[in-house]
């Protein structure tokens, strides 16, 4: 009896990231009897997800820097060519389109451009390579996927997204995990040395550019002049951490900002938080957004996050332009517990199963 189809999923760093969340839930969720997952990664990941990978059953294939573009494309080659994958699914953005061009070249009949963000110029050389890439993108591929509306206007253009030519796979989630937990909230408050009754301001998400953590303090520093027991929890890791940590020493928040670091029990932090504030400079669709609105948390977002993020009605967004003191009277004033629609990730990995036979069996 043939084993399951294996798909090989291009990723680029495998840390601690939003995309590296977003197909784990679909690889914890899928019918690995029928679809199993092969993880292309570069070889200095911090990787933390390995072992629960190989327990699933997945294979791991570590890969060269984009700095060594020649290397980079001979180990892809070479390994598309010798598993003879039915599936090539790229996760890289406009990057995508390097992983793509050696499927192509080894012969893979089914080859995944998925977009998973947009970009901001204030990400200057980072950003032009984007635009630059973006055309040549979907090049190599025979399908496009997008996690939202936006992202795939953006990567694919107006035309494609419209005539139906762009698959929209949502970052889903398993709604029951990110439900709401009394015992969590005191127990994860106690960990963290966060008392009781202190109002908690709540961020998850890389230390990066994109996130705009700087930003997040100087609104936490306008909050607390109104609430001074107030405590900002940043949970995440990042090449700005550091930084980041340094000017909150400098801005005098010392124990009211907690650094909680790369965390497996993130879904048991919402329960510790008040609210939820993503100030980002650009999203695709951030799965943040819908963990914390599933926890029953008051979002405030930036207007430049998609309203696809909206799944209940307590999220406001906020223009990046209003002042910090602005973004605090807002988050004080959150608040509600209102009904949420995620879509779940059991429906959705059955949904991506069902495609992935479909393009084998008929490739």
């Not at 398993?174 to 994860?188: E, I, N, S, Y």
């Amino acid at each position: 009896m043939a084993g399951p189809i294996r798909a090989a999923q291009i990723l680029g760093r495998m840390d601690s990231g939003g995309i590296e969340a977003v197909v784990m839930n679909y690889y914890r969720h899928i019918d690995r009897s029928r679809i199993q997952f092969d993880f292309y990664l570069a070889a200095d990941s911090s990787f933390p997800q390995r072992e629960e990978v190989e327990g699933l059953g997945g294979g791991i294939c570590l890969l060269p820097t984009y700095s060594r573009p020649l290397a980079y494309h001979r180990a892809l080659y070479r390994a598309f060519r010798g598993k003879r994958y039915q599936i090539v699914h790229a996760h890289l953005s406009t990057m995508s389109v390097f992983p793509l061009f050696a499927a192509w070249r080894a012969g893979v009949p089914v080859r995944i451009c998925h977009n998973h963000t947009t970009a901001h110029w204030g990400e200057g050389i980072k950003t032009l390579l984007k635009y630059i890439l973006r055309p040549f993108a979907p090049v190599f591929a025979t399908d496009l996927f997008a996690c939202g509306e936006t992202a795939g206007r953006w990567m694919y253009g107006r035309r494609r997204f419209e005539r139906g030519k762009v698959t929209v796979m949502p970052n889903a989630i398993d709604t029951a995990r990110f439900a709401r937990d009394p015992q969590a909230r005191a127990a994860r408050r106690g960990e963290l040395g966060i008392a009781e009754d202190a109002f908690v301001v709540g961020h998850v998400g890389r230390f990066m550019y994109q996130k705009n953590h700087d930003f997040l303090l100087e609104i936490f520093a306008a909050l607390r002049k109104e609430r001074p027991n107030a405590v900002l929890l940043l949970v995440g890791e990042g090449e700005r951490m550091e930084q980041i940590r340094e000017k909150a020493e400098a801005l005098g928040m010392g124990k009211h900002a907690v650094f909680a670091g790369a965390r497996r029990d993130v879904h048991k932090l919402y329960s510790a938080m008040d609210v939820f504030c993503l100030p980002s400079f650009y999203e695709g669709m951030p799965v943040v957004a819908w963990e914390a609105q599933a926890n029953g948390l008051p979002c405030v977002f930036s207007d430049t996050v998609s309203r696809e993020a909206q799944v209940s009605p307590d999220v406001r967004f906020m223009s990046l332009r209003e002042t910090a003191e602005a973004w605090g009277n807002a988050l004080l004033h959150a608040e509600g517990r209102g009904e949420t629609h995620v879509p779940d990730i059991r429906d959705e990995a059955a949904r991506l199963a069902a495609f992935y036979e479909e393009k084998s069996f008929g490739a």
